[in-house]
Nanobody, 126 residues
Framework: QVQLVESGGGLVQAGDSVRLSCAASKSALDYYSIAWFRQAPGKEREGVACLSSSVDTAYSADSVKGRFTITRDHATNTVNLQMNDLQFDDTAVYYC???????????????????WGQGTQVTVSS
């Protein structure tokens, strides 16, 4: 069992930056692929970014490339999603998820993810 705890988010204005954090054990972060997904009301869940420390890969979805960056903080055992220049369409509940080491690929979100956090709301006002 992998426990994932998200933090960050909230209400921000368009153009602002926000950092989301996903906390997990060091062993989980070493072994599993970790991904950030989002789901807006009435829309399908979308993979935003992923990384896999064990195979040294990281990808961002085309929809957020250049604005969102996923990184791992070894000091705090978190995987962070830095979101810059937020837009109204970025409003969603953001989830982190863990899956097998090769789940992270260029088609972010298409891999298998077995463990999920509770989600954190990001609301961008225009």
């Amino acid at each position: 069992q992998v426990q994932l705890v998200e933090s960050g988010g909230g209400l921000v204005q368009a153009g602002d930056s926000v950092r989301l954090s996903c906390a997990a054990s060091k062993s989980a972060l070493d072994y599993y692929s970790i991904a950030w997904f989002r789901q807006a009301p009435g829309k399908e869940r979308e993979g935003v970014a992923c990384l896999s420390s064990s195979v040294d890969t990281a990808y961002s979805a085309d929809s957020v490339k250049g604005r969102f960056t996923i990184t791992r903080d070894h000091a705090t055992n978190t995987v962070n999603l830095q979101m810059n220049d937020l837009q109204f369409d970025d409003t969603a509940v953001y989830y982190c998820a863990a899956g097998p080491r090769y789940s992270c690929s260029r088609t972010v979100g298409m891999g298998r993810y077995d463990y999920w956090g509770q989600g954190t709301q990001v609301t961008v006002s225009s």
